[in-house]
Structure formats: structure tokens, C-alpha cells
């Protein structure tokens, strides 16, 4: 998501072949602060990747994000959290994600 140059963002989501940039889907990604504090975010309803990226900006973290991930979105975009699923289709989509420092 490059959050330190804020202006190459798409370019480089375009040169890596992300599918679906201006798309209207469900959205997830992993971002992370300067006393790597970090978040796990899913959209409950659709939205293109900059406006995902522009409410994670305006809600997480407060100006000290440092840079994220985009990770699959449209159907694959499920999350679990305690009692709380969110998921963009019924099919279960069996993922973990492992953070090591």
C-alpha cells in the first residue's frame, strides 16, 4: 500500500498485476505502524482499492503507518475474529496468516 510515498501506490499495484484495482469488491490487506503495531482489515461491503486504502489511512493508526499489503479480495475476502465473521461468499476459504518478526 506504500504508505510513505503516498503517490506511487497504484503504480506500483498496477506493476505487480493487481486484479481488480477499480473494481467494486470486498477488500483485505495488512498494514503496519512505526512501533510495528500491526492490523489485519477487511471491508464488509465493496469498494475500489483506493478507497479501501484511503479509509484504512483516515482510521488506522493515525499518521504513523508505514506500509501494507493488499491481500485477495471478491470471494476470498473472509475474515474470523473472535465471535465475528465476515465473508464475501459462503465457500470456506481455509488461510492463516503467520506474522514473525
Given at each position: 500500500?506504500t504508505?510513505?510515498?503516498?503517490g506511487?501506490?497504484?503504480?506500483?499495484?498496477?506493476?505487480?498485476?493487481?486484479?481488480?484495482?477499480?473494481?467494486?469488491?470486498?477488500?483485505?490487506?495488512?498494514?503496519?505502524n512505526?512501533?510495528n503495531?500491526i492490523w489485519?482489515?477487511?471491508t464488509?461491503?465493496?469498494?475500489t482499492?483506493?478507497q479501501?486504502?484511503?479509509?484504512?489511512?483516515?482510521?488506522?493508526?493515525f499518521?504513523?503507518?508505514?506500509?501494507?499489503?493488499?491481500l485477495?479480495?471478491?470471494?476470498?475476502?473472509?475474515m474470523?475474529?473472535?465471535?465475528?465473521?465476515?465473508?464475501?461468499?459462503?465457500?470456506?476459504?481455509?488461510?492463516?496468516l503467520?506474522l514473525?518478526?
Open positions: 500500500m504508505f510513505q510515498n503516498p506511487v501506490w497504484k503504480q506500483r499495484a498496477q506493476n505487480e498485476n493487481m486484479q481488480g484495482i477499480d473494481s467494486d469488491t470486498q477488500r483485505s490487506g495488512v498494514v503496519y512505526n512501533t503495531n489485519l482489515i477487511m464488509p461491503t465493496q469498494c482499492a483506493e479501501f486504502r484511503t479509509a484504512i489511512l483516515g482510521s488506522i493508526g499518521g504513523t503507518l508505514v506500509n501494507g499489503i493488499f485477495d479480495s471478491g470471494g476470498s475476502s473472509q474470523r475474529a473472535g465471535t465475528t465473521t465476515i465473508a464475501a461468499s459462503s465457500r470456506k476459504v481455509p488461510e492463516m503467520a514473525r518478526s
